[in-house]
């Protein structure tokens, strides 16, 4: 039993008197301590399904099961417990006014657990942030700071899964390394599942063990990392999508 | 001195509190540099301290009369802005009249803005229907001239300060609501409040800890420019005789009873309107500043 | 032949933190050739291409020892030598066309404003241009186009869109500011391969800012490498691989590649004499 199922997900949003079908029947399932990455362009609904996992998307048809327990309309405490997400943007993924010990603090306030204090310090530590941070507000961190914090918010309630939706999009190339160096440790020393969404290939390559590419809404193929590597894609849009990826261009 | 500063400045606050005022202190160095805005600020603690120290300030007792002193000009002996038609000192009637005018205000201040916020944020949160009923709500409100709403509930529940506060206080809301609906409606699709969502927070910790903070800039800076609108009204109730009655020195009143010697002894109604026009100024200079000052933007990358 | 040649830069910002030395000390010269300045956040990249334009304002101050377009000089000119350069000489496109295009008038219209108030030429001399520039990039149905929103044109489209209308009057000199950065990687491509045309046949000169050093490469002749304010670096684009400065080396070995290794991806270091 895979840890998330997802069976023919199909999530329409009503805009201006239009339904706009942002996924159409999208299958996945991931393996406990797994990393499984979503690719594609913009409007492929990757982003989408993530939310959807969350509710903060509606879902108009198909199933998504949590450790074979159908997700409940309200997401509940139990749910959050168990699975949290990194967002894109560093800049707005942070509440502004607070501090950054207030945003590692408040999941644990929600659930009643003891001990804030060590657990925020640890927590910093735990990311590379040093614990003199902890009464900075974002804007007095960098893009790649935040989204450390981000990450340590993300882990504060100690969930098996991670969702991650593009978390070093918006970050500088040397930062994007050291980030993703972070969550691969962190994902080896919690034994974290990782479901993770980029549009960037090589990323994916790096930190994912299977990889679902989407186009439009719809999946298109699935291959595991290998394939990727060997560039044996049976479709042409994931063809298209290898041949344009930046890190192709200089022949490396 | 520079001390304080350099603990202020600390780039890694040590506390909560050390961060807050650290930001509240940069905040403030934003806002001298507007020279208006320091004015503005000026004349409204010269108001509060007048209003503070009032019994002391007042050269002369504003209520007594004397009858043999009707009426006289400003820089006179012993009354600076002259005397009014009932010979009260005009100045000790303005700086005791000060009190009035704060305490109308600050009443004014803590509710209106407060319950506009609340009818707001709920809305703005939830949408849906009740957004709808609140914001219909709103705009009945809405749809009433000030004046005439503030009068009809004046009219109804008597003349008197608190009836003149709840007046306008009723009447003043809207706006408010509108305002942190607004902001309510661009915040609430910010991944933060997904963020704080998916920890399983409930909506009255999201309504009151990570939505009303980032309404809060908007509608100070709504308030301060309102409280220039709210002495108005108050004047004018008073000016109509339906807000503070006499023998108390609200300004307004004060000047509805200098009308009849607008020509010849102009002192006894120039005087209050300038009172009523420097404070008015001085709010709104503040709340220019302050707009320059609290808006998110403006407040580091 | 030179066509821009900067000497010793700066751009400082006062804040009531302090002053921010955006950019220190760059030197740089080009002719009719394809120059990409790379850096990452905070290099001050961005800066440096608007302060030839001299788009920057107060609290930002300028200063250089020498910055001449085509004998002209920058430094000295007035607002209204400036304005004359702007857009006619020198042009600048930039990364995102939601915030670059006006919202509230249509593309054909904003194509031909330019053309009309600048050049004045008549409704359908102006019109006729705007179409021939829609078409030389690659736009297959000008006319509807014209018609359009820039709320309802692709990221792709709404950016050759802003190429085409910074291209109109012939510029001498185009600075790209990450012109592809927020669109679609296989956009991007198309984007490119339609400035790269543009560029080679009408032998302009370009400025390409970018974070992306490996597109950079690919695209231009020469690039500078710049890290906190100051040029680290300066290669032609074809040794990009043979880079000597601890930067470059660490920019090019930190992106991940596919098929690479899965062991922890070599980041900078940061407590370097260089990276002070």
Same mark, same amino acid.
């Not at chain 2, 009068?151 to 305002?179: C, D, E, F």
């Not at chain 2, 990570?210 to 420019?225: D, E, F």
């Given at each position: 039993?895979?840890?998330?199922?997802?069976?023919?997900?199909?999530?329409?949003?009503?805009?201006?008197?239009r339904e706009v079908q942002a996924v159409r029947n999208v299958s996945l399932a991931v393996e406990a301590r797994e990393s499984f990455g979503l690719v594609g362009e913009s409007?492929?609904? /990757?982003?989408?399904?993530l939310r959807a996992i969350c509710g903060l998307a509606p879902i108009s048809g198909g199933t998504i099961r949590i450790a074979g327990q159908p997700a409940a309309t309200r997401?509940?405490?139990?749910?959050?417990?168990?699975?949290?997400?990194?967002?894109?943007?560093?800049?707005?993924?942070?509440?502004?006014?607070?501090?950054?010990?207030?945003?590692?603090?408040?999941?644990?306030?929600?659930?009643?657990?003891?001990?804030?204090?060590?657990?925020?310090?640890?927590?910093?530590?735990?990311?590379?942030?040093?614990?003199?941070?902890?009464?900075?507000?974002?804007?007095?961190?960098?893009?790649?700071?935040?989204?450390?914090?981000?990450?340590?918010?993300?882990?504060?309630?100690?969930?098996?899964?991670?969702?991650?939706?593009?978390?070093?999009?918006?970050?500088?190339?040397?930062?994007?390394?050291?980030?993703?160096?972070?969550?691969?440790?962190?994902?080896?020393?919690?034994?974290?599942?990782?479901?993770?969404?980029?549009?960037?290939?090589?990323?994916?390559?790096?930190?994912?063990?299977?990889?679902?590419?989407?186009?439009?809404?719809?999946?298109?193929?699935?291959?595991?990392?290998?394939?990727?590597? /060997?560039?044996?894609? /049976?479709?042409?849009?994931?063809?298209?999508?290898?041949?344009?990826?930046?890190?192709?261009?200089?022949?490396? | 001195?520079?001390?304080?500063?350099?603990?202020?400045?600390?780039?890694?606050?040590?506390?909560?509190?050390?961060?807050?005022?650290?930001?509240?202190?940069?905040?403030?160095?934003?806002?001298?540099?507007?020279?208006?805005?320091?004015?503005?600020? =000026?004349?409204?603690?010269?108001?509060?301290?007048?209003?503070?120290?009032?019994?002391?300030?007042?050269?002369?007792?504003?209520?007594?009369?004397?009858?043999?002193?009707?009426?006289?000009?400003?820089?006179?002996?012993?009354?600076?802005? =002259?005397?009014?038609?009932?010979?009260?000192?005009?100045?000790?009637?303005?700086?005791?009249?000060?009190?009035?005018?704060?305490?109308?205000?600050?009443?004014?201040?803590?509710?209106?803005?407060?319950?506009?916020?609340?009818?707001?944020?709920?809305?703005? &949160?939830?949408?849906?229907?009740?957004?709808?009923?609140?914001?219909?709500?709103?705009?009945?409100?809405?749809?009433?001239?000030?004046?005439?709403?503030?009068?009809?509930?004046?009219?109804?529940?008597?003349?008197?300060?608190?009836?003149?506060?709840?007046?306008?206080?009723?009447?003043?809301?809207?706006?408010?609501?509108?305002?942190?609906?607004?902001?309510?409606?661009?915040?609430?699709?910010?991944? &933060?409040?997904?963020?704080?969502?998916?920890?399983?927070?409930?909506?009255?910790?999201?309504?009151?800890?990570?939505?009303?903070?980032?309404?809060?800039?908007?509608?100070?800076?709504?308030?301060?420019?309102?409280?220039?609108?709210?002495?108005?009204?108050?004047?004018?109730?008073?000016?109509?005789?339906?807000?503070?009655?006499?023998?108390?020195?609200?300004?307004?009143?004060?000047?509805?009873?200098?009308?009849? &010697?607008?020509?010849?002894?102009?002192?006894?109604?120039?005087?209050?309107?300038?009172?009523?026009?420097?404070?008015?100024?001085?709010?709104?200079?503040?709340?220019?500043?302050?707009?320059?000052?609290?808006?998110?933007?403006?407040?580091?990358? | 032949?030179?066509?821009?040649?900067?000497?010793?830069?700066?751009? %400082?910002?006062? %804040?009531?933190?302090?002053?921010?030395?955006?950019?220190?000390?760059?030197?740089?010269?080009?002719?009719?050739?394809?120059?990409?300045?790379?850096?990452? $956040?905070?290099?001050?990249?961005? !800066?440096?291409?608007?302060?030839?334009?001299?788009?920057?304002?107060?609290?930002?101050?300028?200063?250089?020892?020498?910055?001449?377009?085509?004998?002209?000089?920058?430094?000295?000119?007035?607002?209204?030598?400036?304005?004359?350069?702007?857009?006619?000489?020198?042009?600048?496109?930039?990364?995102?066309?939601?915030?670059?295009?006006?919202?509230?008038?249509?593309?054909?219209? !904003?194509? %031909?404003?330019?053309?009309?108030?600048?050049?004045?030429? $008549?409704? !359908?001399?102006?019109?006729?241009?705007?179409?021939?520039?829609?078409?030389?990039?690659?736009?297959?149905?000008?006319?509807?186009?014209?018609?359009?929103?820039?709320?309802?044109?692709?990221g792709g489209m709404g950016q050759r869109v802003m190429i085409a209308m910074m291209l109109i009057p012939n510029p001498d000199l185009l600075i790209a500011d990450e012109p %592809?950065?927020?669109?679609?990687?296989?956009?991007?491509?198309?984007?490119?391969?339609?400035?790269?045309?543009?560029?080679?046949?009408?032998?302009?000169?370009?400025?390409?800012? $970018?974070?992306?050093?490996?597109?950079?490469?690919?695209?231009?002749?020469?690039?500078?490498?710049?890290?906190?304010?100051?040029?680290?670096?300066?290669?032609?684009?074809?040794?990009?691989?043979?880079?000597?400065?601890?930067?470059?080396?660490?920019?090019?070995?930190?992106?991940?590649?596919?098929?690479?290794?899965?062991?922890?991806?070599?980041?900078?270091?940061?407590?370097?004499?260089?990276?002070?």
């Amino acid at each position: 039993m895979a840890l998330i199922e997802i069976d023919n997900l199909v999530v329409t949003f009503a805009a201006r008197n239009r339904e706009v079908q942002a996924v159409r029947n999208v299958s996945l399932a991931v393996e406990a301590r797994e990393s499984f990455g979503l690719v594609g362009e913009s409007g492929s609904g /990757k982003s989408t399904i993530l939310r959807a996992i969350c509710g903060l998307a509606p879902i108009s048809g198909g199933t998504i099961r949590i450790a074979g327990q159908p997700a409940a309309t309200r997401r509940g405490a139990g749910f959050s417990r168990r699975v949290q997400m990194v967002f894109q943007d560093p800049y707005a993924s942070l509440h502004p006014r607070h501090t950054i010990d207030r945003t590692l603090s408040e999941p644990l306030a929600i659930h009643g657990l003891p001990d804030a204090d060590a657990r925020v310090v640890r927590a910093l530590t735990d990311v590379g942030l040093p614990p003199a941070f902890r009464f900075r507000f974002p804007h007095q961190l960098s893009g790649g700071q935040r989204q450390r914090v981000a990450i340590a918010r993300a882990l504060m309630l100690e969930p098996d899964i991670l969702l991650l939706d593009e978390p070093t999009s918006a970050l500088d190339a040397s930062v994007q390394a050291e980030t993703l160096n972070l969550l691969n440790r962190l994902r080896a020393e919690r034994g974290l599942t990782f479901l993770m969404v980029s549009h960037d290939l090589a990323v994916i390559d790096h930190m994912c063990d299977r990889i679902l590419v989407m186009q439009h809404g719809a999946a298109v193929e699935e291959l595991p990392r290998e394939a990727l590597a /060997k560039a044996q894609m /049976k479709t042409d849009y994931a063809r298209s999508l290898f041949a344009a990826s930046a890190d192709r261009l200089l022949g490396a | 001195m520079s001390a304080l500063t350099d603990w202020l400045r600390d780039p890694s606050p040590a506390s909560r509190r050390q961060a807050r005022l650290g930001q509240a202190y940069l905040s403030w160095l934003r806002l001298k540099n507007n020279r208006l805005a320091v004015i503005g600020l =000026g004349i409204v603690l010269a108001l509060v301290v007048v209003a503070v120290f009032a019994p002391v300030l007042a050269p002369d007792d504003p209520i007594a009369q004397n009858l043999r002193a009707r009426l006289l000009p400003p820089l006179t002996d012993g009354h600076l802005l =002259g005397t009014d038609d009932f010979g009260r000192d005009i100045l000790s009637r303005l700086i005791i009249g000060s009190r009035i005018t704060l305490y109308i205000i600050l009443l004014v201040a803590v509710t209106a803005p407060v319950f506009g916020l609340l009818v707001g944020t709920v809305a703005g &949160y939830f949408g849906g229907w009740i957004d709808e009923v609140l914001m219909r709500i709103t705009d009945i409100f809405l749809a009433f001239p000030k004046l005439i709403l503030a009068l009809a509930l004046v009219a109804v529940m008597g003349p008197g300060i608190i009836n003149a506060v709840l007046a306008i206080a009723v009447t003043s809301w809207p706006p408010y609501a509108r305002v942190a609906r607004a902001e309510t409606l661009t915040v609430r699709s910010s991944d &933060y409040i997904a963020a704080v969502r998916l920890q399983g927070a409930g909506a009255g910790r999201i309504i009151w800890g990570h939505i009303m903070p980032m309404c809060l800039p908007s509608v100070i800076i709504r308030v301060t420019l309102d409280m220039a609108g709210v002495i108005l009204i108050a004047a004018g109730l008073g000016f109509l005789g339906l807000g503070v009655q006499p023998p108390m020195p609200e300004w307004g009143a004060m000047i509805s009873a200098g009308r009849k &010697y607008l020509f010849e002894q102009w002192w006894v109604a120039t005087m209050p309107g300038l009172a009523i026009f420097t404070v008015s100024l001085g709010f709104n200079l503040l709340g220019d500043g302050l707009r320059d000052v609290l808006d998110p933007r403006n407040s580091g990358k | 032949m030179t066509l821009l040649s900067v000497e010793n830069l700066h751009v %400082t910002f006062d %804040t009531e933190a302090g002053v921010v030395e955006a950019v220190r000390g760059v030197s740089f010269a080009l002719g009719r050739e394809r120059l990409g300045i790379v850096g990452e $956040s905070g290099s001050g990249k961005t !800066q440096t291409g608007r302060a030839v334009l001299r788009l920057i304002r107060p609290p930002g101050r300028i200063r250089a020892d020498r910055m001449e377009f085509d004998g002209q000089d920058l430094g000295a000119a007035g607002e209204r030598e400036m304005r004359a350069l702007r857009g006619r000489r020198i042009a600048m496109v930039m990364q995102d066309p939601k915030y670059s295009l006006n919202p509230v008038m249509r593309v054909g219209h !904003q194509l %031909t404003e330019g053309l009309r108030q600048r050049d004045g030429l $008549s409704r !359908q001399d102006a019109r006729a241009k705007a179409v021939e520039a829609l078409a030389a990039v690659q736009i297959r149905d000008p006319a509807r186009v014209m018609e359009a929103w820039p709320h309802e044109l692709s990221g792709g489209m709404g950016q050759r869109v802003m190429i085409a209308m910074m291209l109109i009057p012939n510029p001498d000199l185009l600075i790209a500011d990450e012109p %592809t950065s927020a669109l679609d990687v296989t956009v991007q491509a198309e984007v490119l391969s339609i400035l790269d045309k543009l560029v080679r046949t009408r032998g302009m000169g370009l400025i390409f800012i $970018s974070h992306d050093l490996r597109l950079v490469a690919r695209f231009c002749d020469r690039v500078l490498v710049m890290f906190k304010g100051r040029i680290v670096e300066e290669l032609p684009a074809h040794n990009l691989m043979q880079a000597q400065h601890p930067y470059t080396r660490g920019l090019l070995d930190c992106l991940p590649r596919i098929g690479g290794p899965r062991t922890p991806l070599p980041v900078l270091d940061r407590t370097a004499d260089w990276a002070r």
